[in-house]
């Protein structure tokens, strides 16, 4: 249950998504204010680091952390401040907003801020990329060159992020992986290597249908080297759903796409693919080790 006697922070990153983010603050201060709760809203900051607001939670008794932007920059906020005892909120302010739409969390401010002010709070699972933390999702290849692309890009939003998309399906490379799961090792070379919390990139656009932020698992979805129709039909069949659960411990028998669930798994990227971590660019390691971390933040959500 949410805490009575409430203090909340809000982050609002000012060039997330394309809404505008003075109308949204101003809804904030006017609606949190009504409902008679102290309040402090902060700035989102480039590097991610949310550190210097530890003396203020600590000595304002701060109960919640609501987060208005993007997967990258909600992840970052949490990474940060995942030592204080508070609830974490999201107003989905993004170009995708996987990680409150996987939860529930409507895209409208409206509604998302009630959620706030009234909903009920669950453990979340998050998981840590060489001890790094996201929340959502983190893509090797493809997917990856698409976001760092799109962060070069001027204007946000879904259509510049479909036209990145397009424009580096039939130019995009396979890349040599060797992964480790429970002690088992496989060679391959892959288009995409998906690792995932959410079930989703963003959109409802869904890559792995059978994850849960709450189950204690990631999701391994991987698109292996084959010819670039294949890919497309693959990548629809994953989308819509059709594709079932493999055993992970039995990777090489599968040809078209891979999809299992682990509790971690081990990376090492051969051909230096590049990576994002929830939808921003990140920088590209030789070697990865990913793991769940079960229950890491308590999700406001519906």
């Known amino acids: 249950m949410v805490k009575h ?29 009504a409902r008679k709760i102290p309040y402090k809203i902060f700035p989102s900051v480039a590097g991610g680091n949310y550190h210097f607001l530890d003396d203020y939670i600590r000595q304002h008794h701060v109960t919640d952390v609501v987060i208005a932007g993007g997967d990258g920059t909600v992840s970052q906020a949490i990474g940060s401040l995942l030592h204080h005892p508070v609830n974490f909120g999201i107003i989905p302010c993004g170009s995708g907003n996987g990680l409150a739409l996987a939860a529930g969390i409507p895209k409208k401010t409206e509604k998302a801020l009630e959620i706030i002010f009234s909903g009920q709070t669950q453990e979340t699972d998050g998981f840590r990329v060489n001890e790094q933390f996201a929340c959502m999702l983190c893509g090797l290849g493809f997917d990856a060159k698409v976001a760092h692309d799109f962060a070069k890009q001027s204007k946000r939003g879904l259509s510049t992020y479909v036209k990145q998309v397009l424009k580096n399906f039939f130019g995009a490379k396979a890349h040599r992986f060797e992964i480790t799961v ?11 290597f998906c690792i995932a919390n959410s079930n989703q990139f963003g959109n409802k656009v869904t890559i792995a249908p059978k994850a849960s932020l709450s189950d204690g698992l990631l999701d391994i979805v991987i698109i292996p080297k084959q ?17 079932k659960l493999q055993d992970g411990l039995q990777l090489q028998k599968e040809k078209g796409l891979i999809y299992f669930q682990t509790e971690k798994i081990n990376i090492k990227n051969v051909s230096g693919a590049l990576m994002h971590l929830d939808g921003d660019p990140a920088e590209t390691p030789d070697h990865l080790t990913i793991a769940v971390s079960k229950k890491a933040f308590r999700l406001l959500r519906p």
């Open 5 to 33: 006697n409430r203090h909340i922070i809000f982050i609002i990153n000012p060039i997330s998504g394309t809404r505008t983010k003075k109308d949204l603050q101003s809804y904030i201060e006017q609606e949190t204010t």
């Open 182 to 192: 429970q002690n088992h090792k496989v060679e391959l070379e892959a288009f995409l």
């Open 227 to 243: 010819n670039k129709i294949s890919v497309l039909w693959q990548t629809l069949r994953q989308l819509r759903g059709r594709k």
